[in-house]
Nanobody, 115 residues
Framework: QVQLVESGGGLVQAGGSLRLSCAAS????????MGWYRQAPGKQREVVAA???????NYADSVKGRFTISRDNAKNTVYLQMNSLKPEDTAVYYC?????????WGQGTQVTVSS
């Protein structure tokens, strides 16, 4: 059974930084995409960033140049380094793993950016 455990959320002032981590367990194959999504109150969940097992990354336009996604395949862990945070980055951030036709989600971690 695949489980995703997130950590690293919290409260930070605008301009500050946070680093999110997501550790995946129960995954045998290393060939899968890991990503981060977020959902702000009253809004739909949106993709923030994703990284393939080969290290190819994609970012939402709103976070390009500020956020960096990375992964450690040996630890089945994905990270999201968030710099220059803005109040509009406030949301619940969810870890996501996509392996073939199977998709898995973490429980979410709250990120709040005060102005």
């Amino acid at each position: 059974q695949v489980q995703l455990v997130e950590s690293g959320g919290g409260l930070v002032q605008a301009g500050g930084s946070l680093r999110l981590s997501c550790a995946a367990s129960g995954i045998i194959s290393s060939i899968y995409v890991m990503g981060w999504y977020r959902q702000a109150p009253g809004k739909q969940r949106e993709v923030v960033a994703a990284i393939s097992s080969g290290g190819i990354t994609n970012y939402a336009d709103s976070v390009k140049g500020r956020f960096t996604i990375s992964r450690d395949n040996a630890k089945n862990t994905v990270y999201l380094q968030m710099n220059s945070l803005k109040p509009e980055d406030t949301a619940v951030y969810y870890c996501n793993v996509l392996r073939g036709s199977n998709e898995y989600w973490g429980q979410g971690t709250q990120v709040t950016v005060s102005s």
